[in-house]
């Protein structure tokens, strides 16, 4: 090895890199990724559809939900309502069964988040009767992306940033302790959460400058379809960033930050 190439190989040993890699491929990564927006696509959102229709305050719509969730304004955000918002009779239309078959379907989309991080750390796969974890799962996560989007008319700049990081770290926190029955220590799961959200910062920022300017050439080119294949890469970032928050989180805990994040009382006797 050359004389340039040695610092960086004992960089990447020093940091335990490789260790990383291997963990991304074991997971399969971009794959899980992929079924992840994919569930997100065909099971959450449905749910999220009808949630922001019913919403009192009427802001827009699951269309102005997902805009600001890609960070998108101006032209780019008014095509994606026009093309993507459901009918405003959508709730009203909405039968007690379609309303159980939707809260189904979000349980199967947070059952594949919760396998994800059961991989991640190692863990077996959590009994069927604590499905209930994934329905409080749901409803948290509902809340969390419709107080996100309350934010944006009613706080701007600085005091926006610094809610919407807080509520972000403490959701994916949270949610990775609840979904893994409290199996890992809370402060074994911080450095995942607060990747996660290093991660969908930047994925804001990249869907701002490069999604912004592709909807509308989509828009033009292929109308809705190509505004579908859109709104299905982000989220494939969006799967991306999640598990790969988490991984990063575990990865730093056991070479970097060294936790006994597993309890030693048995938690697995916890809540059932």
């Not at 007690?96 to 059952?111: D, R, Y």
């Amino acid at each position: 090895m050359n004389r340039l190439g040695r610092p960086f190989h004992r960089l990447w040993v020093r940091l335990a890199a490789s260790h990383l890699v291997r963990q991304g491929r074991d997971l399969e990564l971009m794959h899980r990724a992929m079924g992840f927006a994919t569930l997100a696509l065909v099971t959450l959102a449905p749910l999220l559809i009808v949630v922001a229709a019913a919403d009192p305050l009427g802001r827009g719509g699951f269309a102005s939900w997902l805009a600001d969730g890609m960070g998108l304004s101006g032209r780019s955000a008014r095509v994606l309502t026009d093309i993507i918002s459901p009918p405003t009779e959508v709730v009203g239309t909405t039968s007690v069964w379609g309303g159980i078959a939707l809260g189904v379907f979000g349980v199967s989309f947070a059952a594949s988040v919760q396998n994800g991080y059961e991989r991640i750390w190692g863990l077996p796969s959590g009994p069927w009767h604590r499905v209930w974890r994934q329905m409080t799962w749901v409803v948290l996560l509902t809340a969390y992306l419709y107080q996100e989007v309350q934010t944006r008319t009613t706080l701007h700049g600085s005091a926006r940033i610094a809610l919407s990081t807080a509520t972000g770290i403490l959701f994916f926190w949270w949610g990775q302790h609840f979904l893994l029955g409290s199996q890992v220590r809370w402060r074994a799961l911080l450095p995942g959460a607060l990747a996660t959200m290093v991660g969908l910062i930047g994925l804001r920022g990249f869907s701002y400058l490069v999604f912004t300017s592709l909807i509308l050439d989509n828009a033009i080119s292929y109308g809705t379809v190509g505004i579908v294949l859109v709104v299905e890469s982000w989220l494939i970032g969006v799967g991306f960033v999640v598990f790969g928050g988490a991984m990063v989180g575990h990865w730093f805990g056991e070479h970097h930050w060294r936790p006994h994040h597993h309890r030693h009382e048995d938690a697995g006797e916890e809540g059932g």
